[in-house]
């Protein structure tokens, strides 16, 4: 057997074509009548699917129980993988979740244009796509099943609806009642079960023309009605429409709504003959689904007349037919310039009147940010190139600061600021603070720098620094800076300068992070930490207890050792009126550990652990000589100690042999600064 054959039987195996037929399912009218009976789902609107869809995938529980938020697990992109997952934007989901519910229940907002409003890059085509794509999937499956319908031909052919009408709408308005009774007669089902809208003109007139020939005998029309699965798709057109304005020259409102086809007027005779009408406009083709309109407060005005129908009424008008019933999602998105516009203009009030706006603002969580990144760049490898610790962090950490409005508390700086929204605890704020702070600031994240930027500047540093095995932070924040230069969207060099001032901030936020590395690395020396450790719990004991302590070299008995326990409580800022208070905290915690017969263990007291790293760290500098580094002499016995503090950075920290040494020698530099400073 060929290699290629093989590969065939494998996808042969792999073939589900029950799943096939299934999808694929047609029947007659009174066989899809009994479809229905069972699941009167069947016959609810575009606006109850995409509620229904989003639903599907369930909820969890996000942020403090206090803010009481859900997040939609459909916008993970469980599906792909997370390659469209929207981070962030919890509360801007939310909003849109609920337009959608309400419009399910039909309360009103199915009679709108959701219009997704944000700055550039903010995932606004990234929603837009992601429901498209659920669409996709959710007609396929059992409960998202959607059918439409289509004549029998005498030559056995089937002549299909062009706009995928419900096969229901054939049921004469006088037995709509009934049967949508019949329907919901022992089922329980969300939704009213209404049937709405007639079918499109050319179904219409097929309809006529055959009940005038059996008589108006209704039953023996719709026995010549075959009605089949429908299968959403936006590449095959059928349920999902997308709109862009182009070139006004180029472009007229016949692309929403269809146009008549020339070459069959001669055939039929008239352009008023729906068989010489080509049904294929977004909006045709988006019935029973959704249209996405790109840019779409760039359309012109003559295109506003059928979008404002389709919304409102929920009826589009075809050239010369009359108005066409058509049941879609409408989605627009647009960016804040052109929104302002729209503000301004007194023709576009309708359109106003007509629009949900919902803002989708740049994520202001530093964490989620970094998600955006870690899509992209999400192993810390990059086609060989090794991404060195807190790259990707940092360059999140500047583009959120880009977007926050400086906090009206008095002393709290735009980090601070960025490190409580990010969930950090800091001195004098909780987090009802932090609430009132976003409420304060409601035009955050609508304006700032782009992923888009900071994920194309990422490229070009793995570009420009291609010799380099590792990418670290300071090559980005050089492509991030350089590149505001020539940024198309920031007009003003006063906005830049602040963008320049927030790299710096940035920097010296990369300096404390890596400093602090480099000391818990150098004080990794687990024997060291325990020896310090057991030292300062035995002075303490002793100094809670008013006891002395054995020395254990001269095995007289000594008072406690003061100075030892100031030089590791100082590391975490306890001030010495706190030192009591502390120290009994630690002892009444190793006291509570012993009840349970349980050992004390400092890894589990995350600011003693700090504290003691600290103290060791300043203990063994001067030993390891760490400076040596900078003036590039160094002994054998520096040079062993200096790789072994290497090696923890490569185990515990991630970095690479390259990153790693990169690091020592600019926390080497600082502490050179530092001690030349002293001197002087």
Request: charged share 30%; glycine share 6%; hydrophobic share 35%.
């Amino acid at each position: 057997m060929s290699a290629g054959r093989a590969i065939l039987d494998q996808i042969a195996e792999d073939q589900k074509l029950d799943q096939y037929q299934q999808e694929h399912w047609t029947g007659s009218f009174d066989e899809y009548l009994d479809l229905v009976k069972q699941n009167p789902g069947y016959t609810r609107t575009a606006y109850q699917r995409m509620y229904d869809m989003i639903m599907s995938y369930g909820t969890y529980s996000v942020g403090s129980t206090k803010e009481g938020l859900i997040r939609y697990r459909f916008f993970d992109d469980p599906d792909n993988d997370g390659k469209d997952a929207i981070f962030g934007l919890t509360k801007t989901l939310i909003e849109f979740v609920n337009v959608l519910k309400s419009a399910a229940l039909k309360y009103g907002t199915e009679r709108r244009v959701i219009l997704l409003h944000g700055p550039v890059g903010s995932s606004k085509s990234t929603i837009a796509r992601l429901l498209k794509r659920g669409l996709e999937r959710y007609s396929r499956a059992d409960e998202g099943a959607i059918y439409t319908f289509g004549w029998k031909e005498d030559d056995g052919s089937i002549q299909w609806d062009p706009m995928h009408s419900d096969p229901l709408q054939l049921v004469p308005f006088k037995h709509r009642t009934a049967v949508c009774e019949w329907i919901a007669d022992g089922v329980e089902h969300e939704y009213d079960i209404e049937i709405k809208g007639e079918v499109c003109p050319l179904s219409r007139y097929v309809f006529n023309e055959r009940l005038e020939k059996s008589g108006g005998d209704w039953t023996k029309v719709v026995d010549q009605i075959v009605v089949k699965r429908l299968l959403l798709s936006e590449q095959d057109r059928i349920g999902i429409g997308t709109f862009q304005p182009k070139d006004e020259k180029n472009q007229d409102s016949t692309e929403l709504t269809g146009d008549i086809n020339f070459r069959k007027i001669a055939e039929y005779g008239s352009e008023s003959d729906p068989r010489a009408f080509n049904f294929d406009g977004e909006f045709n083709v988006a019935n029973r689904g959704m249209i996405e309109f790109i840019e779409v407060l760039k359309l012109d005005v003559a295109f506003l007349y059928d979008l404002l129908g389709a919304s409102q009424e929920h009826k589009i008008k075809p050239k010369k037919f009359a108005q066409t019933d058509i049941d879609t999602v409408i989605v627009g998105h647009t960016n804040e310039p052109e929104y302002k516009k729209l503000q301004s203009n007194e023709f576009m009030e309708a359109l106003r009147d007509r629009t949900i706006k919902i803002d989708v603002p740049y994520v202001t969580t530093l964490t989620e940010e970094v998600k955006i990144y870690e899509k992209d760049y999400n192993t810390r490898r990059v086609r060989g190139k090794h991404i060195a610790p807190h790259t990707l962090e940092i360059a999140a950490m500047w583009a959120v600061l880009t977007r926050l409005e400086q906090p009206n508390h008095a002393g709290l700086t735009l980090l601070q600021k960025l490190k409580l929204y990010n969930g950090k605890s800091l001195p004098g704020f909780t987090s009802d603070n932090v609430v009132q702070l976003r409420r304060e600031a409601r035009h955050e994240g609508l304006e700032g720098i782009s992923p888009r930027y900071v994920q194309d500047k990422i490229s070009n540093a793995l570009v420009v620094n291609s010799d380099a095995t590792s990418l670290n932070p300071f090559m980005v924040l050089k492509e991030m800076e350089d590149g505001l230069k020539h940024h198309s969207l920031i007009h003003s060099e006063e906005l830049k300068e602040h963008y320049r001032q927030l790299i710096n901030a940035v920097k010296e936020e990369y300096t404390d992070i890596v400093k602090n590395e480099v000391q818990r690395a150098i004080a990794a020396d687990e024997e060291a930490l325990e020896r310090l450790c057991a030292n300062y719990i035995d002075n303490v004991k002793a100094y809670t207890q008013r006891e002395k302590v054995k020395n254990k070299f001269t095995g007289e008995e000594e008072q406690p050792d003061e100075r030892l326990m100031r030089s590791i409580e100082e590391r975490i800022d306890i001030p010495d009126t706190r030192k009591d208070d502390f120290r009994r905290e630690i002892m009444n915690y190793i006291g509570a550990l012993s009840l349970d017969g349980k050992k004390f263990d400092y890894r589990t007291n995350e600011r003693l652990q700090k504290a003691l790293e600290m103290k060791l760290f300043e203990d063994q500098k001067d030993t390891i000589k760490l400076t040596s580094l900078v003036s590039n002499t160094m002994d054998q016995a520096t040079q062993e100690k200096i790789d072994i503090v290497k090696s923890r950075l490569i185990r515990d920290f991630g970095y690479n042999d390259e990153s790693a040494t990169d690091v020592l020698q600019y926390v080497a530099s600082i502490f050179a600064r530092g001690d030349a400073k002293e001197r002087s």
